[in-house]
């Protein structure tokens, strides 16, 4: 069983007040075109026509070489944080996601990253935490290597 993780609401929250991103810049405010703009607090797309933040982000508390950093969406609104075990809207729109595992120091734990139809994540979660070197997963974009969520052991 696991759970996935949206971003933290406290540091949502302060990135929709304006607060420096991953690379010490204000969040860019845009209009969604509706599709390929996911939330990662609500894990929705932000809806057409709704504003939204475009920031740099690092899904990491330090910075070392596997601590990638990159560009995400949030609603410039406030949400509701995703809470749930069940797939989130945003990990159904695209054909496959990049998913791999990384360990307690925050690593990635080599021979799990593959790129898997969405149909099959919740098999290849299963077969990644498998490994007993394996504390989390991350969600990409498999098409652009944007982080899009966490998976937790539940």
Same mark, same amino acid.
Request: proline share 8%; net charge negative; charged share 20%.
């Given at each position: 069983?696991?759970?996935? =993780?949206?971003?933290?609401?406290? !540091?949502?929250?302060? +990135?929709?007040?304006? $607060?420096?991103?991953?690379?010490?810049?204000?969040?860019?405010?845009?209009?969604?075109?509706?599709?390929?703009?996911?939330?990662? $607090?609500?894990? #929705? $797309?932000?809806? !057409?026509?709704? !504003?939204?933040?475009? *920031? &740099?982000?690092?899904?990491? *508390?330090?910075? $070392?070489?596997?601590?990638?950093?990159?560009?995400?969406? +949030?609603?410039?609104?406030?949400?509701?944080?995703?809470?749930?075990?069940?797939?989130? !809207?945003?990990?159904?729109?695209?054909? @496959?996601?990049?998913? #791999?595992?990384?360990? #307690? @120091? @925050?690593?990635?734990?080599?021979?799990?990253? +593959?790129? =898997?139809? =969405?149909?099959?994540?919740?098999?290849?979660?299963?077969?990644?935490?498998?490994?007993?070197?394996?504390?989390?997963?991350?969600?990409?974009? &498999?098409?652009?290597?944007?982080?899009?969520?966490?998976?937790?052991?539940?």
């Amino acid at each position: 069983m696991y759970k996935i =993780t949206a971003l933290p609401t406290a !540091e949502v929250r302060a +990135l929709q007040a304006g $607060h420096p991103d991953a690379y010490g810049a204000t969040p860019e405010r845009a209009v969604s075109t509706g599709a390929g703009n996911p939330c990662r $607090h609500c894990l #929705k $797309h932000v809806p !057409e026509g709704a !504003e939204m933040l475009i *920031l &740099a982000h690092r899904p990491f *508390l330090e910075t $070392h070489p596997y601590a990638e950093t990159g560009p995400i969406f +949030l609603c410039a609104a406030p949400c509701e944080r995703f809470d749930g075990t069940e797939m989130p !809207e945003i990990l159904t729109t695209s054909p @496959d996601y990049l998913i #791999k595992g990384y360990g #307690k @120091d @925050d690593r990635i734990v080599y021979g799990t990253g +593959l790129v =898997t139809p =969405t149909d099959r994540i919740s098999a290849a979660v299963a077969e990644i935490f498998s490994r007993p070197d394996v504390a989390y997963i991350h969600v990409r974009s &498999a098409r652009n290597n944007c982080y899009q969520a966490r998976i937790d052991r539940a």
